[in-house]
C-alpha cells in the first residue's frame, strides 16, 4: 500500500540465497500492514522460518509472532550450527534418492520413498517425529510442518556434507538397509547360499540381512568406494 510504513531487515549471509536478486546485499525494505507477524514478513521475503535463528528488533530477541511497527531496524540470523535435534530421525522428499540412500549407509535412520505428495510428507514427518529434509522452499514454509530443514549444493556429496554439518548426526555405518532404511544383522553364509550368484559365494564369507525387507549385504566390489564415502563423512583420510 503506497504510504505504509516500512521497516528494514537485515539478512544474515547464509540466508541471502532465499533473497531475490535485487536484495541479495542483505538489506531489504519491506512495508508493515499492522497485522502480519515477523514471521510472515520474513517468510514473505523467500527465508523459510525453519532456516532462521535468532531474530532481534531494534536489538532485542524477538519471535515471529511479533507484529512489526514501521521503523523497525530488524535482525535475521541463521540457524545454529549444528542445530540440535529432540532424535535424529529424518525423512526425504522425493528429489533426494540418491542422498537417503548414502544417509542410510552411514547409518542415519532416513525414511524415503520415491511417490509421495507433499502433504503425505508432513504428516509422515509429524506423525513420525522426523526432520523434512527438503530443496522444495515451499514445502518448507507449510505451517503444519513441525520441523524441516533445506539441503544445500546440487551434487550429492555436497547436500550429504550440508546435512552432517547442520545436524552432526551420530553415525553408525554398514548397519542400515540401503533399500528400505531397516537395520542389519550379521547372518550365516549358510543361512543365505541360496540367494547368492556362484562368484558371490566362493569369493565372500561376511555378509549382513535386513531385518525389515530380508536383503542381504556383502563388502563387494563397490565397498571400496562407499568406504571412501563413509571416511569422508567421519572426517577420516581411511577406514577400515
Known amino acids: 500500500m503506497v504510504g505504509s510504513p516500512e521497516l528494514e531487515l537485515e539478512v544474515a549471509a547464509e540466508l541471502r540465497l532465499f533473497l531475490a536478486p535485487r536484495n541479495r546485499d542483505g538489506l531489504v525494505r519491506a ?10 514478513v520474513v517468510e514473505s521475503l523467500g527465508v523459510p522460518l525453519t532456516e532462521v ?26 540457524v545454529t550450527r549444528p542445530q540440535v535435534l529432540p532424535a535424529e530421525r529424518f525423512i526425504l522428499d522425493v528429489h533426494l534418492g540418491t542422498l537417503a540412500r548414502r544417509m542410510r549407509l552411514l ?17 509422515l514427518a509429524n506423525a513420525g517425529h522426523r526432520v523434512l529434509l527438503t530443496r522444495d522452499r515451499g514445502l518448507l514454509r507449510r505451517r503444519s510442518l513441525w520441523l524441516g530443514g533445506y539441503v544445500r549444493g546440487d551434487q550429492t556429496d555436497d547436500q550429504l556434507a550440508d546435512v552432517l554439518a547442520r545436524f552432526e548426526p551420530s553415525l553408525a555405518p554398514w548397519t542400515r538397509c540401503s533399500a528400505c532404511n531397516g537395520l542389519l544383522a550379521p547372518v550365516a553364509k549358510s543361512e543365505v547360499a ?5 562368484g558371490t559365494r566362493r569369493s565372500y564369507d561376511e555378509f549382513g540381512r535386513c531385518g525389515d525387507c530380508g536383503q542381504v549385504y556383502w563388502r563387494g ?4 568406494t562407499l568406504s571412501a564415502i563413509i571416511a569422508r563423512a567421519a572426517g577420516q583420510d581411511s577406514i577400515g
Open 31 to 40: 512495508r508493515c500492514d499492522g497485522t502480519s507477524s515477523l514471521g510472515h
Open 53 to 78: 535463528g535468532t531474530l532481534t528488533v531494534n536489538g532485542r530477541a524477538a519471535g515471529p509472532g511479533y507484529r512489526p511497527a514501521g521503523g523497525d531496524r530488524v535482525r535475521v540470523e541463521s
Open 107 to 123: 547409518g542415519l535412520d532416513t525414511d524415503y520413498a520415491n511417490d509421495r505428495g507433499d502433504d503425505q510428507l508432513i504428516d
Open 194 to 198: 541360496q540367494c547368492l550368484q556362484p
Open 221 to 224: 566390489a563397490h565397498s571400496r
